[in-house]
């Protein structure tokens, strides 16, 4: 079985080597063949002769395949897909690959293989075709060193069968593992010849994740799993209010061994969360249910910001949709208020007037927290001055590796960070809030110490998805055709507050998924308006796409009810991208779309595209007691190249789920800067009876270079909400445009 390893030994001391150390010692002592790119490090070099590798083929002298990805595990499932596209060029069975995820290097732009930031549904995109160089640049290597041994150095004479490279014209045969020391030594050929499509046996087939037994039966080792000597355990307590810092540190209580005050790092300021702010303390203790306990008792003395009266939904929410008609142009600054030009084409403000019909329409969407089903957690093993070890459960390990110089003054070559299993990410594990916090306990108490936040810190003090209201004006001729079309987002900036200088059209994660669009609007004008909020805001899964998305989308619904069409073809009609054409078909007819369903549903569609893929979806719903029910629910999605379809269809219900979670009751509210939502009981999820039936249609493409590969993680969400309240509005004839469906809702609904 090929098998995913977690990096984390549990075991672990500081008198054993790292997993690092003892890779690149045993490639050593294996006389195996590692193909690697990467620089030199002074552990490694006692270990290895050449290079220390951040992305290594390991053939080893036991025949064993290793390789290291540097994609995190948080349940999307690309390093399999990755290990498959390696399998096909060393022409091996899946079942002996080793997959280990690579570790950070500084070294910018990382190394092919080292620990990359996951996130984007970037991983396949990104990396397919360069571990399948890498793959057959290995192969060639392997085979010229079987070639010498042999005798006969016609290549042409030579073929591979699971890893044993035979000669065909005198039967000789060597394995891998019987030539890998000789390929060492050999230069890694460039532009080796890639297996042909045709010949592919693991890429576009069903391979199963092997990484899924292990998360069954309990082995996988996640964060919150991390168990090494001598390890102590810490609580964090954050200032409820955004933006409060901590007026004095409390008397240490009865059983606790230590409170440490943590300070707002420039890695993780955000906001109110200005770099500083000494806004959260931690309770160590030496077990988990003590300083949990102890932390919720204790009762810190705060100092507010001046500004906390002001931190109101209801107030963000005024301020946005005063920006839908108010604004300054951009001329150079990034500041509130702000009108960012995204797109502009003809005359759109002309065309509305002339039009024989006009829509005005406005929608709005609240904060959203990510709520991952493990909590952040991180675990750090100090010794000041000498070494610095984490694992944590991060979409960013490179960051870590930074942050963790800057904190404890170490080099890099000091300090070791693995990447354990995530227990979810969707954006919430890039940030480095969590770990700066551990790596501050451990400095302070030295000891190793697994600091982690109750599931109300997780909720309450979340870098949440941006809240937005958006503007939609559009112009209808007598043709049923766009004439004009005006889109305005207003949203809080994540770009902006992580420091980045805004271009004139503004924060690309705010208006993706609202430019560029594939519909033959006669004239467009888009733009994006800065909101002031200062809540922090992040990478919610699909980001601006599950903003946008929803009102170009129900605006697009709006439209075609206007004029007396049915919605599918008043898209299909207007669409000029054969590509979003196919897909939207697909879920049209997926769905039987011209056939009426049972007896009180009703069907909603919308389309979009992000991450390079493009997605549909039709949702099926009927009434509930006190909403929508969800019944079914088909989804179509191009996304160029499906290396591993039943994992493109697993993200796909993933995300429709987590789309339906967020479109009915998803939102966070503030009070005088203090979230009001703090668990489950206040946050209601879908439950599994709750579950609609979902159906996957995939559109595969060609699998060669002149294809863009797209996305999956993220795509099954931004067209779910845009598909419900068109399904609602045709059943109900009401038009939900302000986001949840149910606010307020809690589990006990």
């Given at each position: 079985m090929q098998k995913i390893s977690t990096p984390v030994d549990t075991s672990q001391t500081l008198s054993k080597p790292t997993r690092r150390d003892f890779l690149a010692a045993s490639t050593a002592m294996a006389t195996g063949l590692v193909v690697g790119f990467g620089a030199l490090s002074s552990k490694a070099q006692a270990a290895v002769s050449n290079a220390q590798v951040t992305l290594w083929l390991n053939v080893g002298s036991d025949n064993s395949i290793t390789l290291a990805v540097g994609t995190a595990d948080m349940g999307q499932g690309s390093a399999q897909s990755l290990a498959a596209a390696l399998c096909e060029e060393l022409m091996v069975d899946p079942a002996r690959v080793k997959v280990v995820t690579g570790k950070p290097t500084l070294t910018s732009p990382a190394p092919i293989g080292a620990s990359i930031t996951t996130a984007g549904s970037g991983m396949i995109k990104n990396y397919f075709w360069k571990v399948r160089d890498a793959g057959a640049g290995a192969r060639e290597m392997l085979i010229s060193a079987a070639m010498t041994s042999i005798g006969d150095t016609n290549r042409s004479n030579y073929t591979v069968v699971n890893g044993v490279v035979i000669n065909n014209s005198n039967g000789q045969q060597r394995t891998y593992a019987q030539v890998a020391a000789a390929a060492a030594l050999l230069p890694v050929p460039t532009g080796a010849e890639l297996v042909a499509t045709s010949a592919l046996k693991y890429v576009g087939k069903s391979v199963p994740r092997q990484d899924i037994p292990l998360k069954v039966d309990g082995s996988a080792v996640y964060g919150i799993d991390v168990r090494i000597a001598n390890m102590v355990y810490a609580v964090i307590k954050h200032c409820p209010t955004y933006g409060g810092v901590l007026s004095s540190t409390p008397a240490k209580p009865s059983g606790a061994l230590a409170i440490v005050p943590t300070r707002v790092v420039a890695a993780a300021a955000r906001g109110l969360d200005a770099v500083g702010n000494v806004n959260a303390l931690a309770v160590v203790a030496t077990n988990t249910w003590d300083a949990m306990r102890l932390a919720k008792g204790l009762k810190p003395s705060w100092s507010l910001p001046a500004s906390a009266?002001?931190?109101?939904?209801?107030?963000?929410?005024?301020?946005?949709?005063?920006?839908?008609?108010?604004?300054?142009?951009?001329?150079?600054?990034?500041?509130?208020?702000?009108?960012?030009?995204?797109?502009?084409?003809?005359?759109?403000?002309?065309?509305?007037?002339?039009?024989?019909?006009?829509?005005?329409?406005?929608?709005?969407?609240?904060?959203?927290?990510?709520?991952?089903?493990?909590?952040?957690?991180?675990?750090?093993?100090?010794?000041?001055?000498?070494?610095?070890?984490?694992?944590?459960?991060?979409?960013?390990?490179?960051?870590?590796?930074?942050?963790?110089?800057?904190?404890?003054?170490?080099?890099?070559?000091?300090?070791?960070?693995?990447?354990?299993?995530?227990?979810?990410?969707?954006?919430?594990?890039?940030?480095?809030?969590?770990?700066?916090?551990?790596?501050?306990?451990?400095?302070?108490?030295?000891?190793?110490?697994?600091?982690?936040?109750?599931?109300?810190?997780?909720?309450?003090?979340?870098?949440?998805?941006?809240?937005?209201?958006?503007?939609?004006?559009?112009?209808?001729?007598?043709?049923?055709?766009?004439?004009?079309?005006?889109?305005?987002?207003?949203?809080?900036?994540?770009l902006s507050q992580r420091g980045s200088t805004l271009t004139a059209k503004g924060d690309s994660q705010a208006y993706e998924a609202s430019q560029e669009l594939p519909y033959n609007f006669g004239a467009r004008l888009t733009e994006y308006v800065m909101h002031g909020s200062p809540i922090p805001v992040g990478f919610w899964r699909s980001v601006g796409a599950s903003i946008n998305t929803f009102a170009v989308e129900s605006a697009m619904d709006e439209a075609a009810a206007a004029v007396g069409v049915d919605p599918y073809l008043f898209r299909r009609n207007q669409l000029s991208d054969p590509r979003w054409i196919a897909v939207l078909e697909a879920a049209a007819n997926a769905s039987g779309w011209s056939t009426p369903g049972p007896s009180g549903t009703a069907k909603g569609i919308a389309i979009g595209a992000a991450f390079n893929s493009i997605c549909a979806q039709v949702v099926e719903v009927k009434k509930g007691t006190k909403g929508p029910i969800v019944t079914r629910v088909w989804i179509a999605i191009d996304c160029g190249i499906c290396v591993n379809p039943d994992q493109v269809q697993a993200q796909l219900m993933g995300g429709v789920i987590h789309g339906m979670n967020a479109a009915l009751y998803g939102q966070q509210t503030f009070t005088n800067g203090v979230a009001q939502a703090s668990n489950f009981n206040k946050s209601k999820v879908t439950l599994l009876n709750e579950a609609p039936e979902v159906n996957v249609t995939i559109l595969a493409g060609s699998i060669d270079k002149s294809r863009a590969i797209g996305g999956v993680g993220e795509l099954g969400v931004p067209t779910f909400a845009p598909a419900l309240a068109n399904a609602w509005y045709k059943l109900t004839k009401v038009r939900v445009r302000d986001l949840p469906f149910l606010p307020g809702s809690t589990m006990s609904d």
């Open positions: 009266s002001t931190l109101n939904s209801a107030q963000f929410k005024s301020d946005g949709l005063a920006l839908l008609k108010t604004g300054v142009p951009y001329a150079g600054s990034n500041v509130p208020g702000t009108i960012y030009t995204v797109e502009s084409v003809g005359t759109p403000a002309a065309n509305i007037t002339a039009s024989t019909k006009k829509l005005d329409l406005t929608y709005t969407l609240p904060y959203v927290a990510h709520v991952c089903m493990e909590v952040l957690n991180c675990t750090v093993n100090h010794v000041a001055g000498v070494s610095c070890e984490i694992w944590a459960p991060t979409q960013a390990a490179k960051s870590v590796l930074t942050l963790a110089s800057t904190l404890t003054g170490l080099t890099a070559d000091k300090i070791t960070v693995n990447t354990t299993f995530l227990g979810g990410g969707l954006g919430r594990k890039i940030e480095m809030d969590f770990i700066s916090q551990a790596i501050q306990v451990a400095m302070a108490i030295n000891r190793p110490v697994k600091l982690m936040w109750p599931r109300e810190e997780d909720f309450t003090h979340d870098f949440y998805r941006p809240m937005a209201a958006v503007r939609v004006q559009a112009g209808l001729t007598a043709g049923s055709y766009v004439s004009g079309w005006i889109y305005r987002n207003v949203s809080p900036s994540i």
